[in-house]
């Protein structure tokens, strides 16, 4: 049901490859993010060869905290590659924010946003039409290539590697929504943060750049009314109104209203 994928291809950018690194360990994973909590997408061999698009910091593998994030879009330690240093070899990667104080907003969901998400996608197994004709499989992730080829866990999917799909796809909803919002303006708690990045996941980032919502936050109302307010007006698919997406925003609007201490934006504790 998400438009997305566009926009999500549009935000890629493009960086020089550091190519040709060894692999020097046996099976090294590489995972979702820059640590070793992240899932693992993918495993190299001995000796393989990898090209690096971008490095940073992340959990520290035997006194190294650098990550190497690889032409395959995953991330390995860097102490398992034989770069020759200890040190960057290639430029960071970029933290994907344009205001830059808006870094270090959560870019994963808590457990309530994350079962809204599972709950209203639904689990499906291996590609299929959505209810619009979209091909999608696991929670929602909408198929990019043909029969979903870029997912890297093997179909049919579990629960468990649907939620570790789902897990990799939520950052690219978490990046754009926090570059929409005016970090000096919206401060968002972990429920009310998880309540939007479901709106945005289900309606896609270019929708949700140009809505009344984003608009109305950044102007400084308060959050409760813009979302009791905005999200219901988001009831559409093809046209006509879809019941699950008027109970889907219900949902939403009252997770959002839950009261939570741990911040998500535009820091996250
Ligand atoms: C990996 O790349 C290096 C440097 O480009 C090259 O010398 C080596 O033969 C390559 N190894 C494999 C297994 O392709
Ligand atoms: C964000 O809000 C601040 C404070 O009101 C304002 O000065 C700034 O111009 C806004 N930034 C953007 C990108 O709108």
């Known amino acids: 049901m998400k438009l997305s994928f566009l926009a999500a291809f549009a935000l890629a950018t493009v960086a020089p490859l550091a190519s040709g690194y060894a ?3 046996d099976a090294v994973n590489c995972r979702s993010g820059p640590g070793t909590s992240y899932s693992v997408k ?9 090209s690096i698009s971008c490095q940073q910091a992340g959990t520290s593998v035997s006194g190294n905290n650098i990550w190497d994030k690889t032409s395959d879009g995953c991330y390995v330690a ?14 960071k990667c970029s933290s994907g924010s344009s205001s830059g104080s808006s870094g270090s907003y959560c870019k994963t969901l808590n457990q309530a946003g994350l079962s809204l998400i599972e709950k209203w996608e639904g689990f499906v197994s291996s590609p299929k039409p959505d209810p619009i004709g979209l091909p999608t499989v696991g929670y929602g992730h909408l198929c990019k290539q043909k029969n979903c080829a870029e997912v890297k866990y093997k179909f049919p ?15 690219t909803y978490t990046k754009c929504l926090a570059s929409y919002l005016n970090a000096s303006k919206v401060k968002l708690n972990a429920n009310q943060w998880a309540a939007l990045t479901s709106w945005v996941f289900n309606n896609g980032c270019g929708n ?12 400084g109302e308060n959050p409760n009314t813009v979302a009791s307010q905005e999200l219901p007006k988001w009831r559409l698919a093809g046209g006509r109104v879809l019941q699950g997406l008027v109970n889907r925003r219900a949902d939403e609007v009252k997770l959002f209203k839950t009261a939570s201490s741990k911040q998500a934006f535009p820091k996250c504790s």
């Open 42 to 50: 993918k495993t190299y061999k001995k000796g393989q060869n990898v």
């Open 208 to 219: 949700a750049k140009s809505s009344q919502l984003v608009k109305r936050l950044n102007n």
């Open 78 to 91: 860097d102490y398992y590659v034989q770069t020759g240093v200890n040190g960057y070899v290639t430029s």
């Open 157 to 171: 999917l579990t629960k468990s590697t649907a939620q570790q799909l789902l897990n990799d796809d939520i950052p």
């Open 23 to 25: 692999i020097k360990g």
